[in-house]
């Protein structure tokens, strides 16, 4: 069984401050998928990082994938009041078949104060 | 495009009865998969269909099932409802089949929320 675990589970800071949340895993996977989840919806897809080592950025967030892809970290510049949800991560491994499967962290979820 | 919905979006049931959901995929998206997510445990993932077949399945007992009709839209039934199986349940689809990397991310729809009391 593969897991993947996420660190802080809560992180609540001040508006215009930086974080970093990692999600770490012994298992490797294909690529590995970040999401935001606001309440009351589903999450959706921020980034996909396919490559050991491949950094994405989506305006003031950071993306990395780990060299060995078993882990992977997001870091946020200059929080603001909108980034305040729930992150999830998910690596993607070969299930057999011709197919794929996600496993999810459980997620930080992080409040911005303005 | 529409987005992946789902019906109801909240649902209460009693201990032993038996509920099922319903799940609409984006226009095209051939593949659909069930996750159950609650505080406790997160995001947890139940079974994946293709082409109408179950091509992956999770660890959960065998009252959770689900189909796939032949327009791609999916169902899944929960027989003999037990307090814990209360949580929210998620639709994602997938373009499908493995094209690349990008055909397993998940477009999710919004959930039903399921109360068991």
């Known amino acids: 069984t593969q897991l993947l675990e996420q660190s802080p589970q809560f992180l609540s800071i001040q508006e215009g401050e930086n974080l970093t949340v990692y999600c770490n895993s012994s298992s490797v996977f294909s690529s590995l998928q970040w999401y935001r989840q606001e309440p009351g919806e589903g999450p959706v897809l921020l980034v996909t990082v396919v490559t050991g080592g491949e950094v994405k950025k989506l305006k003031r967030l950071t993306f990395q994938f780990g060299d060995a892809r078993k882990d992977s970290s997001l870091h946020i510049t200059a929080a603001q009041p909108g980034d305040t949800g729930l992150y999830l991560c998910a690596g993607q491994a070969y299930s057999g078949a011709g197919s794929y499967q996600l496993t999810f962290g459980k997620g930080t979820k992080l409040s911005v104060i303005p | 495009k529409a987005g992946v919905t789902q019906t109801p979006r909240y649902l209460i049931k009693t201990r032993g009865q038996q509920v099922t959901l319903s799940c609409s995929p984006i226009s095209g998206h051939r593949s659909v998969s069930w996750y159950q997510q609650t505080p406790g445990q997160g995001l947890q993932f139940l079974f994946e269909?293709?082409?109408?077949?179950?091509?992956n399945k999770g660890n959960f007992p065998g009252r959770f099932s689900g189909r796939q009709f032949s327009n791609s839209r999916s169902e899944m039934n929960v027989s003999t409802l037990e307090l814990g199986d209360s949580a929210l349940y998620l639709c994602?689809?997938?373009?499908?089949?493995?094209?690349?990397?990008?055909?397993?991310?998940?477009?999710f729809g919004p959930g039903t929320r399921l109360t068991v009391t």
């Open positions: 994602a689809s997938t373009p499908g089949p493995p094209a690349g990397f990008n055909s397993y991310e998940q477009y």
């Open positions: 269909y293709f082409s109408e077949t179950q091509r």
